[in-house]
């Protein structure tokens, strides 16, 4: 296409229906040629396309790596990832670790470093030394090092994969001297050297090679001729791996796996076969769905809420799952359920209503074809997976689910979970109260307002990724920029518990202090499970409040509207805060420090401040 065909097709916005488009085919039929299709149209789109996220990807590498960017951009489209790669010289590390600026602009959002061990260890693997292990740890970890140091991206490293034809292998097992013993430890090394950095993830090359088949995943020939290891049919399994990592750093999480029953949760159809006649427990088939149950528990203990949708009789079902000695999921551990005869479509919209929770934060699960078609079409938001009809497959089904990946579990993962359990009690509490002042008095709320909290940096970078609702200007800072803000600015994390639950740390302001007397609010966020508390005022009291005490004479803000935040146009007006400009869509305020702290009425609330202050 020519560039002005480009251009035209861009400014008329067809490129995001393209990409889509792509994207879908590339589902369908996840072949070489359609992945080469996407990465070509790819290289013609402009930098950024509505409804994608853009992510420039440096890649250092030991290895000829051009043959496996077709599949990593294809893999990352199909998750809403628009990327661009960045290639460093073969074989160079240590020089772009040192100036990661040289390998190109724009600066990238994070690092691909690829270690093939057999080129990383060269001879040395056939004698190995005493110092062998030491010396790759050390300098893998130097490398990574230098990018969290001179960077804010992630960095991705590989771990070194298991060889084709390992040197010596039957000796080697019994060697602790040998190479594969020296591979593993070097592994083992990396995990706890490296897991302690919020900006720094293993690509575990180990199982991933492992599980493909390490015969099966080299190409020899290539291998030998071009340093070029991987065989075009084992790209895909690489592409998945590092798409899935990336998304878990730029894309929202999703929050809920909502899960049929019947020849889903058990096999068999309760209200027809009878608990004697579904199948779950220790002997196949029942023991593929115990398996799919123990996997829905390990997402629970990970954060992630649980929820019913099926048509059955609730009383039937809730007996079972109490009744069932074989059962390892029951009633308690759904936050939430629609077990009736209504469509399932309405069904999980009253769910997200009720979690308090976006459409497109949900997983539904379920085994009948008809249903998920239904859902696809009414309610496009939400992910559906169709629930394999064969349980042997119920294995394969729940490795390729997508969205459920993080890379780390933090205690507010936690918390939030155990928060949404706890609303249902609060909303009983609320119908019981006679005015909402009285409500949020009986809460109990305690809220700690922290400043310059460098232990909540990651929280801080997941709130402004994750929230969309109240998000004043939806601005998407990393962990990077989130550090940059601490050294240079000034960073208030507000976390909240009740008389029901601890709901972790639920708000953020970062300002940028400019000139001595004035300071600027960049971000300002609430977390949706803090809505209707009234909570969001104390957070920018607390700011201005710094702000007077700094001798900061006015304090501004803006407000940019995206098709989620409208409820929070009014915020700044409401708290005392002028209009001083309007300029394409964005509106500006600002307000004098002198004249913020009069007039606030009484807080509900008991507000604890920790950290440094000027």
């Known amino acids: 296409m020519a560039s002005s065909e480009s251009a035209r097709v861009a400014h008329a916005g067809d490129w995001s229906e393209r990409l889509r488009r792509t994207a879908a085919k590339l589902a369908s039929d996840p072949s070489h040629a359609n992945a080469l299709e996407a990465y070509h149209a790819g290289q013609e789109a402009p930098a950024t396309v509505d409804g994608f996220v853009s992510v420039t990807s440096g890649i250092l590498r030991n290895v000829t790596v051009e043959p496996w960017l077709p599949e990593l951009y294809g893999s990352l489209l199909q998750r809403g990832i628009k990327a661009r790669f960045l290639l460093g010289d073969y074989g160079v590390y240590e020089r772009y670790a040192s100036a990661p600026s040289e390998l190109g602009t724009p600066a990238p959002d994070c690092f691909l470093v690829y270690l093939d061990a057999g080129l990383l260890a060269g001879d040395a693997r056939h004698d190995p030394p005493e110092d062998l292990a030491d010396a790759l740890l050390g300098r893998i970890t130097a490398i990574v090092g230098g990018l969290v140091e001179g960077t804010g991206a992630n960095v991705f490293v590989t771990n070194l994969a298991p060889d084709p034809h390992p040197p010596h292998a039957v000796h080697g097992d019994q060697d602790p001297g040998g190479w594969p013993h020296i591979r593993r430890t070097v592994n083992a090394g990396l995990t706890d050297a490296l897991s302690a950095d919020p900006r720094v993830y293993i690509l575990d090359m180990d199982r991933i090679v492992g ?172 992910q559906v997976e169709q629930f394999p009809a064969n349980p042997l497959d119920i294995p394969r089904f729940v490795s390729a689910i997508r969205g459920v990946e993080r890379l780390c579990v933090g205690m507010d993962d936690l918390a939030r979970a155990e928060s949404i359990r706890a609303n249902a009690n609060r909303e009983r509490l609320r119908r019981e109260t ?102 969001e005022a104390e957070l920018l009291h607390a700011l201005l409040e ?37 300029l394409d869509g964005e509106t500006r305020f600002e307000i004098r420090t002198a004249a913020a702290s009069g007039g606030r009425p009484e807080s509900t609330c008991e507000v604890r401040r920790v950290g440094s202050s000027e």
Not at 307 to 324: I, P, Q, R, T, Y
Not at 459 to 480: D, K, M, P, Y
Not at 564 to 573: A, D, H, I, L
């Open 546 to 582: 710094d702000a007077g005490a700094a001798g900061v004479r006015s304090v501004g803000a803006c407000y940019v509207p995206t098709g989620k935040n409208r409820m929070t146009r009014n915020f700044f007006p409401d708290n005392g805060f002028s209009v001083t400009e309007r």
């Open 211 to 382: 599980e493909y088949g390490a015969l099966r995943a080299y190409d020899m020939r290539m291998y030998m001729t071009a340093a070029s290891p991987f065989a075009v049919d084992f790209l895909p399994c690489l592409g998945r791996a590092f798409a899935a990592a990336v998304a878990a750093t730029v894309l929202p999480p999703k929050k809920c796996v909502v899960v049929d029953c019947d020849n889903t949760l058990w096999g068999g159809i309760l209200g027809e076969d009878g608990p004697e006649g579904v199948a779950i427990g220790t002997d196949y088939p029942g023991s593929a769905y115990r398996e799919f149950q123990l996997f829905l528990a390990g997402l629970a203990h990970r954060g992630f809420l649980l929820a019913l949708n099926s048509k059955n009789n609730e009383g039937d079902v809730l007996s079972f799952m109490e009744d069932s000695p074989e059962m390892v999921l029951g009633p308690a551990d759904f936050a939430a359920s629609r077990i009736n005869w209504d469509d399932k479509a309405a069904n999980l919209a009253g769910l997200a209503r009720e979690l308090n929770i976006g459409l497109d934060a949900m997983i539904f699960i379920d085994d009948s074809a008809f249903e998920c078609e239904r859902v696809k079409s009414a309610l496009p938001e939400v």
């Open 434 to 535: 006679p005015d909402l002042d009285s409500f949020l008095r009986s809460l109990s709320i305690r809220l700690t307002i922290a400043r310059q909290d460098r232990a909540a940096v990651r929280r801080a970078s997941e709130l402004c990724q994750r929230t969309n609702q109240f998000n004043l200007t939806t601005r998407r800072h990393g962990v990077g920029d989130i550090e940059r803000f601490l050294d240079e600015g000034v960073v208030y994390t507000m976390s909240m518990r009740d008389r029901f639950s601890d709901y972790g740390t639920i708000g953020v302001a970062i300002v940028d202090k400019g000139s001595g007397d004035r300071w600027e609010i960049d971000s300002f966020m609430l977390s949706c499970r803090a809505f209707g508390r009234g909570v």
